[in-house]
């Protein structure tokens, strides 16, 4: 009765067949153990075959969800098992399926009874199950074990390794005895590390070994438990002059009984290392297609193979340390923490690797119809990409719910005080983006700030014939790129290191220029190559800081200067290289309040400090906002309007009642002759509904200046809302090189960069220039 094929679980039920009945010892060791929670509580009950067990548990007050892959055991469970309407039956493979319709909210007890055995990643899958406990809730295994059966039903029994290994991880696992099965009560999953591990000393002066990294449909990598106690990937020592690649794929077919050939295995790095003082040089082999069964021909080596999902890489326990760094190297910042290596990626032309679970399909096309609905994926083509680029692959050491959160931008670099230097941006907010480049099939496009996902956007944007250049000043994030492009990617994007603020390398610059160019990490002046490699009437969108805000601003070129189309909310890392920059800060009152002076040098704070110990002047400004307003254009038109302006923000823990800021603002404000006035809101109308509620704008000041100041930013905010609020304008705004005469630029707010001059020019303001015309949106 060993199963490993499906079908054969499906006749045994269809046969008539079924399995030990669930005995009197069993039923009370659950009624001590697992009783059902005060008010019921929720049961699911994994490989529930004819539904005794789940029937069983559906009477002592759990509702029951009874899992199985084999419809013909629901359907025997449905007559002599019924349940009496508490048990929902669902037809699922728990290690392949899509696990969407199980209980979001988790379960008080999950039960596997006589199912363990036959579980082929049962590392993967019962970790995957203890995340879905309910605080206090408990995973039972029941199983047979290899003392209490015959030698020729030991595959459906745990031996003591296997139940030692089963109880790894849990803060408590009980054990008891049930009539000849083993019953195992496991609470708390704790939380674990992949550490590196290695074997000992080896002998000689020197190895040379090549490991195999493979995956499966659903995009799991194979890993051995070895008969010392750690993880491996399948391979071993090269024999005399053999090839490294057909090394690891004779390994390969002796520790699992899967094939391959040699042009289905590509040496993707070098590894240089030592252990014991011996060099050590370990062959990366990624194995691109194969063929075969799982098997476990060398038992005397592993206890068994298993499948683990990427994600769960970095929660293993003890791997051995060739075979972490491998996985590392293959998908690079997968398992932090490991001993440094001497890694060498080759530029070999490895073909894409395919595979993804069920469960990934499913939330990517949920993310395209959230971002969708959304409308920031307006045309056809965006939202093809969306639902065709596996984004999970991306970032592959997140799990797929977290990948395509439609408003998640998970973090995959830090610096050493723990800041995100870079990140896969929100879905949302790269499809905004990339609309708002317009491309057409064919297009070239250049990205400055890399990742892969979004350059594999802009490549199935683009199609078979375009084209897109990817660049980052940080070696790591460069090869993630290069990476997870060959593994998942088209074919049409190209990788190179540099500091992107300086553009392509010229022999990647198309004649004519770029089509397109997105720049996806902030900035605070605009590069002259980014202007300069750009096609004429070719869109250029990047996040722009503004004194401090951050707009996705889309530019046309129109000759030496870029107007600006659109504008988007947003935030992203910050730039490195040629482009980092901290902004100017003053502190007040031992750092108790921070101006900072985003764009221009710290002006008229002499006396600050004297006057915020004053008397505070308050200015009502007559103007009110209801839940949930955008004021996005209110920050940019007093920020660009008003000298002396900065932002204005408060240390939570160390605030003395001074300022009346809400925790986390960043207010508006402006200084001069030794004052301060900011800007804040004040709620003015109280209500049970969002639609009840109002807030006024209101100015705080301090100081001899403060009347005037207060007046001077309370006019501003009037102005705003009688010209621009209602008309959900943004500025005009145009940039020009640095140097360009006053006299040739346009009325207007003028606001000098070192690389640029920027003209904002808001409505009934200033004669507003007529923009250049449109460009035409792609069919």
């Known amino acids: 009765m060993g199963y490993v094929i499906p079908e054969e679980w499906r006749s045994h039920f269809a046969e008539g067949k079924g399995f030990r009945p669930l005995g009197e010892r069993e039923r009370a060791l659950l009624a001590e153990h697992v009783p059902a929670p005060s008010g019921g509580g929720r049961a699911l009950d994994v490989g529930s075959g004819t539904g005794e067990l789940a029937a069983h548990l559906a009477s002592v007050g759990y509702r029951v969800d009874a899992v199985d892959f084999a419809d013909s055991a629901h359907a025997r469970a449905r007559i002599e098992h019924p349940g009496e309407g508490r048990v929902h039956r669902l037809t699922l493979d728990i290690e392949h399926g899509d696990p969407a319709e199980l209980d979001p909210d988790g379960y008080d007890?999950?039960?596997?009874?006589?199912?363990?055995?036959?579980?082929?990643?049962?590392?993967?899958?019962?970790?995957?199950?203890?995340?879905?406990?309910?605080?206090?809730?408990?995973?039972?295994?029941?199983?047979?074990?290899?003392?209490?059966?015959?030698?020729d039903r030991r595959d459906i029994a745990l031996d003591e390794d296997e139940i030692a290994l089963l109880t790894e991880g849990w803060e408590t696992a009980e054990r008891m005895d049930a009539d000849g099965l083993t019953v195992v009560v496991l609470r708390g999953l704790r939380p674990a590390d992949t550490r590196a591990v290695e074997k000992g000393r080896p002998a000689g002066h020197g190895l040379i070994g090549a490991l195999a990294v493979v995956t499966d449909g659903a995009g799991r990598v194979l890993l051995g438990r070895s008969a010392?106690?750690?993880?491996?990937?399948?391979?071993?020592?090269?024999?005399?002059?053999?090839?490294?690649?057909?090394?690891?794929?004779?390994?390969?077919?002796?520790?699992?009984?899967?094939?391959t050939d040699p042009g289905g295995a590509v040496v993707v790095a070098m590894l240089v290392d030592a252990v014991g003082g011996v060099p050590r040089l370990t062959a990366v082999v990624r194995v691109t297609a194969w063929s075969g069964t799982l098997t476990n021909p060398e038992k005397h080596l592993f206890a068994r193979w298993e499948w683990h999902a990427p994600h769960t890489l970095a929660a293993l326990g003890p791997v051995f340390t060739p075979a972490a760094q491998a996985l590392n190297a293959v998908w690079p910042g997968i398992i932090p923490g490991l001993p440094p290596v001497n890694s060498y990626p080759l530029a070999a032309g490895q073909p894409p690797v395919p595979g993804e679970p069920a469960e990934a399909?499913?939330?990517?096309?949920?993310?395209?119809?959230?971002?969708?609905?959304?409308?920031?994926?307006?045309?056809?083509?965006?939202r093809?990409?969306?639902?065709?680029?596996?984004?999970?692959?991306?970032?592959?050491?997140?799990?797929?719910?977290?990948?395509?959160?439609?408003?998640?931008?998970?973090?995959t670099r830090r610096d050493t005080a723990g800041r995100a230097t870079s990140s896969v941006s929100a879905p949302w907010?790269?499809?905004?983006?990339?609309?708002?480049?317009?491309?057409?099939?064919?297009?070239?496009?250049?990205e400055a700030g890399s990742g892969g996902y979004n350059a594999e956007l802009l490549a199935q944007v683009t199609g078979p014939s375009g084209r897109v250049v990817t660049g980052d000043i940080d070696p790591y994030v460069v090869q993630r790129t290069r990476r997870f492009t060959a593994e998942a990617g088209s074919g049409r994007v190209t990788v190179f290191q540099g500091d992107a603020a300086g553009g392509a390398p010229a022999a990647l610059v198309p004649r004519g220029g770029f089509d397109g160019s997105m720049v996806t990490y902030n900035v605070w002046d605009i590069a002259p190559p980014w202007r300069e490699q750009l096609a004429d009437g070719g869109l250029l969108v990047l996040p722009l800081e503004i004194h401090g805000y951050t707009r996705a601003v889309a530019f046309q070129r129109c000759g030496e200067v870029l107007h600006a189309r659109k504008f988007t909310h947003c935030g992203f890392v910050r730039a490195q290289g040629a482009h980092a920059r901290t902004a100017p800060a003053v502190d007040l009152l031992e750092g108790e309040l921070r101006l900072r002076f985003e764009d221009g040098p710290p002006a008229g704070t002499d006396g600050l400090e004297a006057a915020s110990r004053g008397p505070r002047l308050e200015v009502a400004t007559g103007v009110t906002m209801g839940s949930g307003f955008y004021f996005g254009?209110?920050?940019?038109?007093?920020?660009?309007?008003l000298p002396g302006f900065c932002r204005l923000s408060v240390d939570r823990d160390r605030d003395n009642g001074i300022t009346r800021l809400a925790p986390g603002d960043a207010a508006p404000a402006v200084t001069g002759g030794g004052s301060l006035a900011y800007l804040t809101y004040e709620q003015v109308r109280h209500g049970d509904t969002p639609a009840e509620r109002l807030w006024e704008w209101a100015v705080h000041a301090f100081g001899d200046q403060g009347p005037e100041?207060?007046?001077?930013?309370?006019a501003a905010v009037r102005a705003w809302d009688r010209d621009v609020r209602d008309r959900a304008e943004d500025p005009a705004l145009s940039v020009h090189p640095a140097g360009t005469p006053d006299d040739r630029l346009p009325a207007g707010e003028v606001l000098d960069k070192p690389h640029c001059r920027l003209v904002f020019q808001w409505p009934d303001r200033h004669t507003t220039r007529p923009a250049a015309a449109d460009a035409e949106s792609p069919p």
């Open 109 to 151: 007890l999950i039960t596997l009874r006589l199912v363990y055995p036959f579980l082929s990643s049962r590392t993967g899958v019962v970790r995957g199950l203890g995340k879905r406990l309910r605080p206090g809730g408990a995973l039972v295994v029941i199983t047979p074990t290899t003392a209490d059966v015959p030698q």
């Open 228 to 259: 010392q106690g750690m993880w491996e990937l399948a391979g071993g020592k090269s024999q005399g002059s053999e090839d490294l690649a057909a090394a690891a794929v004779r390994e390969l077919a002796e520790e699992t009984g899967l094939v």
């Open 361 to 382: 399909v499913r939330l990517r096309h949920a993310m395209a119809d959230a971002v969708t609905t959304g409308g920031w994926a307006a045309s056809e083509p965006v």
């Open 384 to 411: 093809q990409a969306l639902r065709t680029v596996p984004r999970h692959r991306y970032v592959p050491e997140q799990d797929p719910r977290t990948a395509y959160d439609d408003n998640v931008a998970p973090v």
């Open 429 to 446: 907010l790269q499809a905004d983006m990339i609309e708002s480049l317009r491309l057409r099939p064919g297009a070239v496009v250049f």
């Open 633 to 641: 254009s209110l920050q940019l038109y007093v920020s660009t309007t």
């Open 709 to 714: 100041l207060a007046e001077r930013l309370a």
